[in-house]
């Protein structure tokens, strides 16, 4: 009996000292369910792991099988609301999870709004599943070009956001840009806006020190290569540093080039 006893109570101090490990998954509900590949324990009893909580919460989806689901849908979740999924398993082995990417928050906004007021791009949103970052782009020198930023919401009611921005002269083109982890970017439809500011010149074409622009303006300095040296935003240009040779200069609406004496 004091054998018996002696073995069960060794079994049980290896029980409750056995190290347990985890996984901690957090992101934001989009959804999908998370898949786990699910092995054998080491001492080849049982599975390796032994329990699944979603935001607190033990799951109640089967686990003692090689492979199981998680099932998120029956929390109540909404789209873009933020949870944690921890997978405690066993010392000496570890599950993997098949799909971590679905907990990542995906571009899915919708815009109910979007104009201009004062110096200011105003966008309204609904269906957004996740915070992501707005990107505001701005249609200058043949291309598009950042101009603004700003954290998403990422709720899916309605939500509002603004930018503040700068106009060159005669028709501006504005969009709204989110890229999620799937790397294709999700765009706004075009806003156009017909500014009746002056056209921006530079002075001189060629230089020594300074260049000067009429109004204050965005601008870019390229090398003859079509590496770029300086941007910002201003009425002045230093180029003291520069080396002696051609240029190219975005400014106002235009390209244009300049020599550096």
């Not at 989009?30 to 329990?51: H, I, M």
């Not at 873009?80 to 000496?92: D, H, N, P, Q």
């Amino acid at each position: 009996m004091k054998r018996l006893l002696h073995s069960f109570l060794l079994l049980t101090l290896m029980i409750f000292s056995a190290k347990a490990e985890d996984i901690v998954l957090n992101g934001t509900y989009q959804g999908d369910n998370l898949y786990v590949k699910n092995p054998f324990a080491p001492s080849g009893v049982g599975f390796c792991v032994y329990e699944v909580t979603v935001n607190g919460l033990t799951s109640t989806d089967e686990i003692n099988s090689s492979a199981f689901e998680v099932d998120l849908s029956v929390y109540g979740f909404i789209p873009g609301e933020a949870l944690s999924v921890t997978i405690k398993y066993k010392e000496g082995c570890q599950p993997i999870v098949l799909n971590p990417e679905v907990l990542n928050a995906r571009s899915s906004f919708e815009i109910t709004q979007l104009d201009i007021n004062q110096d200011k791009v105003h966008w309204s949103t609904i269906k957004e599943a996740g915070s992501l970052p707005f990107v505001v782009e701005q249609f200058r020198w043949n291309k598009w070009i950042e101009v603004g930023r700003v954290n998403g919401k990422g709720v899916s009611d309605s939500n509002d956001y603004e930018s503040k921005v700068r106009f060159h002269s005669g028709e501006n083109r504005f969009r709204i840009k989110q890229t999620d982890y799937r790397g294709k970017p999700k765009y706004s439809d075009d806003l156009i806006y017909l500014s009746t500011a002056p056209e921006v010149n530079f002075t001189p074409q060629k230089v020594d020190d300074e260049i000067q622009f009429t109004a204050p303006t965005l601008y870019e300095i390229y090398d003859e290569y079509g590496g770029i040296i300086f941007k910002g935003y201003g009425q002045t240009i230093n180029v003291s540093g520069l080396k002696k040779g051609s240029y190219y200069l975005n400014l106002d609406n235009k390209l244009a080039e300049f020599t550096k004496k």
